[in-house]
């Protein structure tokens, strides 16, 4: 079955830091683009930041720059997301999403509404 599987989300006080997964089963994540998204309540859903899946460069929202990282570790079938120095307005629930198409830019990957594979969430909550 295909299917990407998020974890690693929690509650977690302001300045703190969490680590997301995405793990792929029943495809390869090597030639897939892979974007962290997330949505707040009451709000859209933005792209956080995306990674392509040609030459491993990557983008962020200007909302989460110097404060988060992602990483791709094909050997694992995994994709990453660091989040450090949190704040209460993170809040939101981070999806996955993985897409076979060949985006020009990871940026243009994040601002894309349909992605061809979607998680199914994993909770983030910033507050002391």
């Known amino acids: 079955q295909v299917q990407l599987a998020e974890s690693g989300g929690g509650l977690v006080q302001p300045g703190g830091s969490l680590r997301l997964s995405c793990a792929a089963s029943g495809f390869t994540l090597d030639y897939y683009a892979i974007g962290w998204f997330r949505q707040a309540p009451g709000k859209e859903r933005e792209g956080v930041s995306c990674i392509s899946s040609s030459d491993g460069s990557t983008y962020l929202a200007d909302s989460v720059k110097g404060r988060f990282t992602i990483s791709r570790d094909n050997a694992n079938n995994t994709v990453y997301l660091q989040m450090n120095s949190l704040k209460p307005e993170d809040t939101a629930v981070y999806y996955c999403?993985?897409?076979?198409?060949?985006?020009?830019?990871?940026?243009?990957?994040?601002?894309?509404?349909?992605?061809?594979?979607w998680g199914q969430g994993t909770l983030v909550t910033v507050s002391s």
């Open positions: 999403a993985a897409d076979a198409r060949p985006f020009t830019t990871p940026q243009a990957m994040c601002r894309v509404k349909y992605l061809g594979l």
